[in-house]
């Protein structure tokens, strides 16, 4: 199969690498010239419009930041309907929200396109090792034909529904779920700084006990080693999952009391670290209590 990958930012240049490690072909597409020429030089082959990344793909992901960006790819000037050949895929990797990937589904309709809508959890390091989770729904047989592709980028597939917007659902309540965590650790974090209690020491009792997990623990390693950018999870990313998960919630009449508060730790992240990862939130807390977590203890 040849394939393709629009967005090759943190999440989409891992899904390029892997394919091309796996021997698949792979056309890519990112604004940025310097994403692109990373791309070009693990091997990938670069377009200049969605047009031209579908014009010779049988399945091609799509990594963007939202719904509008993704229908913009697909049935915008040289967008990818219409130039793919009928029977490819499009991967709808991107998280956008459920009702959104049904809306994109529909707009598919007599296309001859297929659509997997399968967002991924693992994050920066997930991406690039080839190790995401996908909640992947569509069709037995669809799942089936280009199982390849999708093994070649995640560890563990699993095969959530098969409509549209399926697979969009399940990640906005895995996200509900990661954002209440990522917070409670933020916090705690603030709490161990201003008792005066090394980092190193939080993360040994934490990562052993049973709150441990791989997300409290990559979150206390970047707080305590003061990595508050550029580690592949920005801010702005999760907090826009968030905002889908509480969307969802309000559609289905579900209270969401500790998404709403994570959200909006998020929020006053955002907002005084617009350019950090989520471990930025944490710095909120210690502007306020004057107080920081290294990994030796107080600075």
Known sequence: MKTGVIGLGDMGSGLAKNLIANGFDVAGL???????????????TPADT??????NADAVFVMVMN??????VLFGKAGLVGAMPAGGAILLSATIKPREAAEVGAMLDGSGLHLIDTPVSGGFP??????????????????????????????????VGTKPGDGQTVKACLQ???????????????LAAKAGVPGQVILD???????????VNN????????????????????HKDLTISMGLGEDLGVPLHTASAAMQVFHAGKAKYPDGDNWACTRVIEDII??????????
Do not use: W, Y
């Open 205 to 215: 009792v934490f990562s052993t006990s049973s709150a441990g997990c791989g997300v």
């Open 176 to 190: 509900s779920l990661i954002g209440a965590q990522f917070s409670a650790t933020f916090e705690a974090a603030a």
């Open 290 to 299: 004057g107080a920081e977590l290294h990994r030796e203890g107080a600075k």
């Open 30 to 44: 990112d604004l940025s010239a310097d994403r692109i020429a990373a791309f070009q030089a693990m091997g990938g």
């Open 50 to 55: 969605p047009a031209e990344v579908g014009t």
């Open 67 to 72: 719904g509008a960006q993704v229908k913009d």
């Open 126 to 159: 997930g991406a690039q090792a080839g190790t995401l989770t996908m909640m992947a729904a569509a069709p037995d047989d669809v799942l089936d034909r280009f199982k390849p592709v999708m093994q070649a980028v995640s560890a563990n597939i699993h095969h």
């Open 219 to 238: 979150a206390l390693e970047k707080i305590i080693d003061r990595q508050f950018q550029g580690t592949g999870s920005h801010i702005n990313t999760m």
